[in-house]
């Protein structure tokens, strides 16, 4: 692929930006420790490296935009080594305790309900009942116990409390295209304010990922976007991550 650079200013937009100039940023990105697909779409994705590639090489502001001056500093100058995702232990982690959840689905232990307000529980006590959203909040907020120098996102928005509902994460998780999507993300079915919700098992990327799912009584089970697609329908589908971009200089101040 050859070089096409940078002549404007690429920031986060619906529709997304997008060219072969996106393009050769991403492989530039790429070789500096990113592990972006090179599509030409300036999604979220993409931005986050951005902004990790900018505290690397200490430039201020460290926001999500890039231009020509950024891809000089990352063309000409050394960039230290990327640090690991600290995102990607807490997303295996979640992911575990969904699966944990649906091999002790009812009559194991857990059984479905809409109850409200939630209750927040201890993580892995059995038994408890709960909902789509509910339980989705549940494996979020069981990673507090788990990893106490990161501040765990709420997909509903503030502290974890008695809140879980599909609209409140359409309102507080940003939204992503598949293709961005990582384990431990969500999928809301239907039309603002949502009829159901899933956490994504696998990347976006894969064919018809599967997916922790608990809308109805027998579950929590693993179906697929297929599975849920026939269900709930393809008309409204969203994809949505709770976890925003986290930077050393922010896992130093949780540490």
Not at 42 to 50: L, P, R, W
Not at 61 to 81: C, N, W, Y
Not at 139 to 146: C, G, H, P
Not at 171 to 192: E, M, T
């Amino acid at each position: 692929m050859s070089f096409v650079p940078l002549k404007r200013t690429l920031h986060l937009a619906n529709p997304e930006m997008h060219g072969s100039d996106v393009a050769s940023l991403q492989q530039l990105l790429n070789e500096h420790g990113a592990d972006l697909t090179v599509d030409g779409v300036y999604g979220i994705h993409t931005a986050e490296e951005v902004q990790n590639a900018k505290h690397r090489l200490k430039m201020s502001p460290a926001d999500l935009l890039a231009g020509p001056q950024f891809e000089t500093k990352l063309q000409g100058e050394h960039v230290p080594p990327k640090p690991p995702d600290p995102w990607a232990q807490v997303r295996a982690s979640i992911a575990a305790d969904a699966m944990w959840m649906i091999a002790h689905h009812a009559p194991y232990g857990i059984g479905y309900g809409e109850l409200r307000p939630r209750q927040g529980r201890t993580r892995r006590a059995i038994p408890f009942t709960t909902d789509c959203s509910g339980s989705e909040t549940d494996l979020y907020e069981w990673q507090v116990q788990l990893f106490r120098n990161l501040l765990i996102p709420n997909p509903n928005g503030g502290p974890f409390d008695a809140r879980a509902y599909t609209g409140l994460m359409l309102q507080h998780c940003a939204p992503i295209i598949a293709r961005q999507a990582k384990v431990a993300d969500l999928i809301v079915f239907g039309n603002y304010p949502g009829v159901h919700t899933s956490l994504l098992l696998d990347a976006g990327t894969v064919p018809n990922p599967r997916l922790f799912n608990h809308g109805r009584q027998g579950q929590p089970i693993e179906t697929t976007l297929a599975d849920e697609i026939s269900v709930h329908g393809a008309g409204a589908i969203h994809w949505l991550t709770a976890f925003k971009p986290l930077t050393t200089h922010l896992l130093e101040e949780n540490a």
